[in-house]
């Protein structure tokens, strides 16, 4: 069973989970923070009552005005399921705990906090997103991205092309990141070139953070740093220019990183749980699609084991030498 979380009135309390950063909290809506007699409040569908369903949507770097969207498909979703559906936007952090302390039913969520949500409150991934630029549907490529004019040249091996990182300015995306930071520093373990994640200093002349893929790429187009470490889709906009883009160039790939996801918290009934993932996948038809692309920018869902799903993220972890 779930520990319960006291939320005061009018704030969240939101405790750092061990291996995620914490980012800026937005405010759970009031309806979720107002004290009940004995100061805990639960989701109606954790108490049992399915009367009300709540989605926590995590802000990402390429959505603006992510509150509004965000309304607009729980409207869609409350007329399909028939209840009332409340969105409200967190960080991945605020997500997993909102889960985790029954404030939320429902979350979107990338792979490293989707293993924290499993870890912590038993909430399964049953959804992943689609992108017309993911090279595996609902996996993606990270990619080590250099100048189109460095020496450094894509080699026989992936070993090969590694090496040659070694002594060069580095820029990861975020220390957090899961394909601009733990992807490839468990392709470098695995590759032989560092024993883990504590012995970057060691082989890179230097290494930064951009805090986002779009600060990681602009290291590399100030010449501020050799390579940069990305997912493949932010080589395009609204992470950078399509000019910035031609003076840019993959130098390494590792694919199989698992595209970001619908987390269900296992207190959802089995019957209730399908009924939101038909409704959610209504959002794949013609008529619906836009919500789910204003979103995210993902033109799909798609229904996935979410063990297997998750498997890659695990490894990287593991090889990185960081806690799940």
């Known amino acids: 069973m779930k520990k319960n979380i006291l939320l005061g009135a009018g704030a969240v309390a939101v405790l750092a989970l061990a291996g995620l950063a914490i980012n800026t909290v937005e405010k759970v809506p009031q309806a979720l923070a107002d004290n009940s007699a004995n100061n805990q409040v639960q989701s109606p569908i954790a108490q049992g009552r399915v009367r009300r369903l709540t989605i926590a949507f995590p802000g990402r770097g390429d959505t603006a005005d992510l509150q509004n969207k965000a309304n607009a498909v729980a409207q869609f979703l409350s007329r399909e399921l028939g209840m009332p559906v409340d969105a409200f936007v967190a960080d991945d952090t605020s997500a997993v705990e909102a889960l985790r302390a029954n404030k939320a039913d429902v979350a979107f969520l990338s792979s490293r906090p989707a293993l924290k949500a499993q870890q912590l409150a038993n909430a399964r991934l049953y959804l992943a997103e689609v992108r017309p630029n993911y090279s595996g549907r609902h996996t993606y490529r990270s990619v080590f991205v250099v100048p189109t004019n460095s020496t450094l040249k894509s080699q026989a091996t992936a070993k090969q092309t590694l090496e040659q990182l070694r002594g060069k300015k580095m820029a990861f995306t975020s220390p957090t990141s899961g394909s601009g930071f733990i992807f490839p520093v468990g392709e470098m ?6 024993p883990n994640r504590d012995r970057l200093n060691g082989f890179f002349g230097q290494i ?4 986002n893929y779009s600060g990681a790429l602009q290291a590399v187009l100030r010449g501020q740093a050799d390579v940069a470490a990305v997912s493949e889709y932010a080589l395009f906009p609204p992470y950078i220019t399509a000019e910035e883009a031609k003076k840019l160039r993959v130098l390494h790939g590792i694919s199989g990183v698992p595209a970001h996801g619908v987390a269900i918290d296992d207190d959802v009934p089995n019957p209730m749980r ?7 996948l209504k959002l794949n038809q ?5 919500l789910l692309k204003n979103l995210y920018n993902s033109t799909e869902l798609v229904r996935v084991n979410g063990n297997q799903h998750l498997q890659p993220m695990r490894e990287a972890l593991s090889r990185a030498g960081i806690e799940p």
């Open 189 to 194: 373990v695995k590759q032989g070139l560092v």
């Open 208 to 211: 930064s953070y951009g805090n």
């Open 274 to 280: 399908e009924r939101i993932i038909n409704a959610m």
């Open 286 to 290: 013609p008529a619906n699609n836009q």
